[in-house]
């Protein structure tokens, strides 16, 4: 694991930061982590040394690419903490028009209230 004393600074500096370089850490480079997600090199240099911060749209994919628990959503952009809470519990419920079974075992225990066999819409 190889920092350098900017990318440090830049970590300590700027929220999200740190992620975002944990992130390239564990894919091994820049260019893998550009590759592994869709995008080029420089557009991650460019969030690193420029903008300071990951795009909203990248943050799913980078999450996914890397797996790994000090990369996640939250880390990679802390200033987005209500919406990434508000997301987290709409994925906890069904999906509207979701046929939902009151007998079903797995739905035991779930925070969401369960309804009667019937097609929500």
């Known amino acids: 694991m190889t920092r350098s004393i900017e990318a ?7 929220p999200g930061m740190r992620a975002l370089i944990r992130a390239i850490e564990l894919t ?7 590759r592994a997600i869709g995008v080029e090199a420089k557009d991650i240099s460019r969030w690193l040394h420029k903008t300071r911060r ?4 990248y943050v ?8 790994h628990d000090d990369v996640s959503p939250v880390t990679l ?19 509207r028009g979701y046929i939902v079974d009151a ?5 035991e225990g779930q925070s969401w209230p369960k309804a009667p ?3 929500c819409v």
């Open 8 to 14: 440090l600074a830049i970590a300590s500096a700027y």
């Open 28 to 34: 091994g480079s820049q260019e893998l982590l550009a």
């Open 54 to 57: 990951v795009p909203l749209e």
């Open 60 to 67: 799913p994919f980078i999450v996914a690419a890397v797996y």
């Open 77 to 95: 952009r802390p200033d987005h903490l209500k919406g990434w809470a508000m997301l987290a519990r709409q994925l906890a419920r069904p999906p």
């Open 103 to 107: 007998d079903d075992p797995e739905l």
């Open 117 to 119: 066999r019937r097609h």
